[in-house]
Nanobody, 130 residues
Framework: QVQVVESGGGLVQAGGSLRLSCAAS????????MGWFRQAPGKEREFVAA????????YYADAVKGRFTISRDNAKNTVYLQMNSLKPEDTAVYYC???????????????????????WGQGTQVTVSS
């Protein structure tokens, strides 16, 4: 069982930066893939970024590639999403998710599919003003 709690959201001007954190409980964290998703008003939730259990493999949505960086610190049971050059279209609620057992110790997984993530946080709001 893994519980995740996001933090770090807020209001920022276009071109600015934010760093989201996702604190996870449970010893299983270090063997699981982790992902970030987001949901804008009136839209479906979409994949943003994912990272393998070791941090050795990362994946990004095309919309954020080159601007966002996902990382993890297994000693602190925490995953981060560094967001730079933010745009108004990045405005959304951002969710952190921990992978199911299928992602344990794996560098290859269906990173953008919600069904492989078993544990979800409540989300943190990111608002980018123009």
């Amino acid at each position: 069982q893994v519980q995740v709690v996001e933090s770090g959201g807020g209001l920022v001007q276009a071109g600015g930066s934010l760093r989201l954190s996702c604190a996870a409980s449970g010893r299983a964290f270090s063997r699981k893939a982790m992902g970030w998703f987001r949901q804008a008003p009136g839209k479906e939730r979409e994949f943003v970024a994912a990272i393998s259990w070791s941090g050795g493999t990362t994946y990004y949505a095309d919309a954020v590639k080159g601007r966002f960086t996902i990382s993890r610190d297994n000693a602190k049971n925490t995953v981060y999403l560094q967001m730079n050059s933010l745009k108004p279209e990045d405005t959304a609620v951002y969710y952190c998710a921990a992978g199911s057992a299928s992602t344990d110790y794996s560098a290859s997984f269906a990173y953008d599919r919600e069904h492989i993530y078993n544990y979800w946080g409540q989300g943190t709001q990111v608002t980018v003003s123009s």
